[in-house]
């Protein structure tokens, strides 16, 4: 067997193979506009080949102008034997060309909400995430998606915070001072690998290089004093929530509702019809303030990371 980079020539049996639908989210219009926008590369995409023939597919996603890719989008198997050991080559080989340092990728699943009753997506996923486990990928994070449209209604905006724009090295020390004891999982295995400065650095990073509008991240203020800040971005399906955070002396006053409210105000201004956003099962205090400001859950993100060190 054979383990390579995709080409041109594979382009046929690419789009063959997302027919496969499963747990995989890539659909023909997504891989081409992903591939458009540089989030798909062939040099992020492997197949193992046997006697020239495809037998296995992993398309990883990426950022545009970064080295390696950051997740599996999705994997994809010819033949009705054990997909795990090929799988698991694949996945092998593919980790083992990045470099020393280089932030662990993941695998995300993007899942309806009552995915666990369905017999079809968790026979679909088991193999998947063995295959995954194979490679280290054993830490499960579960995500909540919520959704807000217009038609939810826009919530009230604050009347006790006032928001201001800032150069990226404010947003990097609020950044670093609302990690601390923060619940997001992904904040948590950062630090533990990079340490709390560098982690705000690469988070802003990321941000950056989304196609959010930078112009509508804000710093928040209770009069003088800074409370928190607000980051409104947009990935490839539109507009999100991006990062929103409350420093710890200023925690237990709500005011993340505060925060979520001038991020939905800020992005339905641009004219978004949809706002998504994620958040771990973890975090309870997040995912109530989504529901209280009139955001829905519309479906389920599974992330497999490789363990903090």
Request: glycine share 8%; no cysteine.
């Given at each position: 067997?054979?383990?390579?980079?995709?080409?041109?020539?594979?382009?046929?049996?690419?789009?063959?193979?997302?027919?496969?639908?499963?747990?995989?989210?890539?659909?023909?219009?997504?891989?081409?506009?992903?591939?458009?926008?540089?989030?798909?590369?062939?040099?992020?995409?492997?197949?193992?080949?046997?006697?020239?023939?495809?037998?296995?597919?992993?398309?990883?996603?990426?950022?545009?102008?970064?080295?390696?890719?950051?997740?599996?989008?999705?994997?994809?198997?010819?033949?009705?034997?054990?997909?795990?050991?090929?799988?698991?080559?694949?996945?092998?080989?593919?980790?083992?060309?990045?470099?020393?340092?280089?932030?662990?990728?993941?695998?995300?699943?993007?899942?309806?909400?009552?995915?666990?009753?369905?017999?079809?997506?968790?026979?679909?996923?088991?193999?998947?995430?063995?295959?995954?486990?194979?490679v280290?990928?054993?830490?499960?994070?579960?995500?909540?998606?919520?959704?807000?449209?217009?038609?939810?209604?826009?919530?009230?905006?604050?009347?006790?915070?006032?928001?201001?724009?800032?150069?990226?090295?404010?947003?990097?020390?609020?950044?670093?001072?609302?990690?601390?004891?923060?619940?997001?999982?992904?904040?948590?295995?950062?630090?533990?690998?990079v340490g709390?400065?560098?982690?705000?650095?690469?988070?802003l990073?990321?941000?950056?290089s989304?196609?959010?509008?930078?112009?509508?991240?804000?710093?928040?203020?209770?009069?003088?004093?800074?409370?928190?800040f607000?980051?409104?971005?947009?990935?490839?399906?539109?507009?999100?929530?991006?990062?929103?955070?409350?420093?710890?002396?200023?925690?237990?006053r709500?005011?993340?509702?505060?925060?979520?409210?001038?991020?939905?105000?800020?992005?339905?201004?641009?004219?978004?019809?949809?706002?998504?956003?994620?958040?771990?099962?973890?975090?309870?205090?997040?995912?109530?303030?989504?529901?209280?400001?009139?955001?829905?859950?519309?479906?389920?993100?599974?992330?497999?990371?490789?363990?903090?060190?």
């Amino acid at each position: 067997m054979t383990i390579r980079n995709t080409v041109e020539a594979d382009l046929d049996t690419i789009f063959a193979l997302i027919e496969q639908k499963s747990v995989n989210t890539v659909t023909a219009e997504r891989y081409r506009d992903s591939v458009a926008a540089g989030y798909y590369k062939h040099e992020w995409t492997w197949v193992a080949e046997e006697n020239g023939e495809i037998r296995a597919l992993a398309i990883w996603w990426g950022v545009p102008g970064e080295q390696h890719p950051y997740s599996i989008d999705g994997l994809y198997y010819v033949g009705d034997d054990d997909p795990v050991p090929t799988w698991t080559e694949l996945l092998k080989h593919a980790v083992a060309s990045r470099p020393d340092g280089q932030e662990p990728p993941e695998y995300h699943f993007f899942l309806d909400s009552d995915w666990e009753d369905k017999p079809d997506v968790v026979a679909a996923l088991e193999p998947r995430a063995q295959a995954a486990a194979a490679v280290g990928m054993t830490t499960v994070t579960d995500r909540l998606r919520y959704e807000w449209k217009p038609a939810y209604g826009l919530p009230p905006r604050s009347t006790r915070l006032r928001f201001e724009p800032a150069d990226d090295e404010a947003f990097v020390d609020v950044f670093m001072r609302v990690s601390t004891g923060s619940l997001d999982a992904a904040t948590a295995r950062e630090i533990a690998r990079v340490g709390v400065e560098q982690a705000a650095r690469e988070e802003l990073a990321g941000y950056k290089s989304m196609p959010g509008d930078r112009g509508l991240w804000r710093l928040a203020y209770d009069g003088a004093e800074l409370v928190g800040f607000a980051m409104p971005s947009a990935n490839a399906g539109g507009p999100v929530v991006g990062y929103l955070g409350v420093v710890p002396e200023q925690r237990g006053r709500g005011l993340s509702d505060d925060l979520l409210a001038e991020i939905t105000h800020l992005l339905a201004e641009t004219g978004a019809e949809h706002i998504r956003a994620d958040t771990d099962f973890g975090n309870v205090p997040m995912a109530k303030s989504f529901e209280r400001l009139g955001y829905r859950i519309f479906a389920i993100r599974r992330v497999l990371s490789f363990p903090e060190n």
